[in-house]
């Protein structure tokens, strides 16, 4: 159990580099196009802060928002209370606010900027279909996206998607209206215009590089959420039974999922579709391999 997590955990951090790197060479070459680069390294880490900022504080609100959620008391849901709370003892962070989804779908998310703000989410499907232990499971995991910082994290790469977008936009933009752009046409040399060239290829497939990194983020994070679950619990099976009932679901399709929000689901909020190129789009490993994963433990 504890390999995998540290298996996961070296390959998150891996991608995250990775998504570092996108950002920087794109600020380097909107600089580039605007014929400075420090002004564009400037404008692209002026930009990261204020828009991370934004989202830092606002958005575990509009996340529960945009699906629903709403607080619930102990006196509603008793045992999903002293579930949270006997969890969060084990993992030693403070108790998370509890929310429900009114929908049939078996599914359960975490938000929140940190342990001291988090929220764990469950639908209410969930609740009348798991069992005391598989319940545990799934609490467990969400808990672990708590102690982990996975809800800052993927926070964190959810922006650098939004950015790199951003700057690719101001590029092209820049490269077609702006001053780079009248200079290619003016004709700036050939060794200049390869690097402009470059750069707009760049620029255009970088949001779509930068979404399948925060995608293969959004499954490693899930992977290494499975196994602290199993670490809390000492009781794979319990969330291996839970991922199976959810695998089995007729209905998985949670009513006020969106895809800004899907990554933070315990199993993708969508009807599942298969395939190598569906598989690469996925917010979520294979419900099967987890199963797998957890049984070996």
């Known amino acids: 159990m504890f390999e995998q997590v540290r298996?996961?955990?070296?390959?998150?951090?891996?991608?995250?580099?990775?998504?570092?790197?996108?950002?920087?060479?794109?600020?380097?070459?909107?600089?580039?196009?605007?014929?400075?680069v420090n002004v564009g390294l400037t404008v692209a880490v002026v930009i990261s802060i204020l828009y991370s900022v934004f989202a830092y504080y606002s958005g575990d609100k509009m996340i529960l928002t945009m699906t629903g959620a709403r607080?619930?008391?102990?006196?509603?849901?008793?045992?999903?209370?002293?579930?949270i709370e006997g969890l969060s003892l084990a993992a030693s962070v403070p108790t998370p606010k509890a929310y429900v989804i009114e929908d049939s779908a078996l599914n359960a998310f975490a938000t929140g900027r940190d342990p001291e703000h988090a929220a764990v989410t469950v639908t209410t499907g969930l609740l009348k279909t798991m069992n005391r232990q598989e319940l545990e499971g799934v609490i467990a995991h969400?808990?672990?996206?708590?102690?982990?910082?996975?809800?800052r994290f993927m926070m964190l790469t959810t922006v650098m998607v939004g950015l790199t977008t951003l700057l690719s936009d101001f590029i092209l933009r820049s490269m077609w209206y702006g001053r780079g752009g009248r200079r290619s046409r003016d004709g700036g040399g050939g060794a200049q215009t390869a690097i402009l060239i470059v750069g707009i290829v760049f620029a255009m497939l970088a949001p779509l590089v930068g979404q399948l990194i925060k995608l293969a983020i959004s499954r490693q994070r899930?992977?290494?959420?499975?196994?602290?679950?199993?670490?809390?619990?000492?009781?794979?099976?319990?969330?291996?039974?839970?991922?199976?009932?959810?695998?089995?679901?007729?209905?998985?399709?949670?009513?006020?999922?969106?895809?800004?929000?899907?990554?933070?689901?315990?199993?993708?909020?969508?009807r599942?579709?298969?395939?190598?190129?569906?598989?690469?789009?996925?917010?979520?490993?294979?419900?099967?391999?987890?199963?797998?994963?957890?049984?070996?433990m």
């Open 272 to 296: 599942n579709t298969k395939g190598f190129v569906a598989g690469m789009f996925s917010t979520h490993p294979p419900i099967d391999e987890r199963i797998k994963k957890l049984q070996e």
């Open 71 to 83: 607080a619930v008391t102990k006196d509603e849901y008793p045992h999903l209370y002293h579930t």
């Open 7 to 36: 298996g996961n955990k070296r390959r998150s951090i891996l991608l995250m580099g990775l998504f570092v790197i996108i950002l920087g060479v794109l600020g380097a070459v909107l600089g580039l196009v605007w014929g400075n």
């Open 222 to 270: 899930e992977f290494l959420a499975d196994a602290n679950a199993a670490v809390l619990t000492r009781y794979p099976p319990g969330l291996a039974s839970a991922l199976e009932k959810i695998k089995k679901d007729p209905d998985p399709l949670v009513d006020k999922a969106n895809k800004a929000a899907a990554h933070l689901f315990i199993s993708t909020p969508f």
């Open 142 to 151: 969400e808990m672990s996206h708590v102690k982990n910082f996975d809800i």
